[in-house]
């Protein structure tokens, strides 16, 4: 697990309806380190997708 990356996380602050600041920190974190991904935004929900591959059905992650 890296420490150091929760850590930058728990440091967001973004309460309920303005997720703005982590959204942005996580797409541009996945965006530089993971490679072949495809991000999507529902900035209505607050929402994040994230898919690597193609494949019929993906496992799902949610956080709150």
Do not use: R
């Not at 309460?15 to 529902?42: A, H, M, R």
Request: hydrophobic content about 35%.
């Amino acid at each position: 697990m890296d420490f150091k990356l929760l850590k930058q996380l728990y440091k967001i602050h973004s309460k309920s309806g303005y997720e703005g600041k982590i959204i942005s920190f996580v797409c541009k974190w996945v965006d530089k380190n993971i490679q072949d991904v495809k991000i999507e935004l529902d900035w209505n929900t607050g929402n994040i997708y994230i898919t690597k591959g193609t494949a019929k059905t993906y496992p799902c992650m949610v956080a709150h």
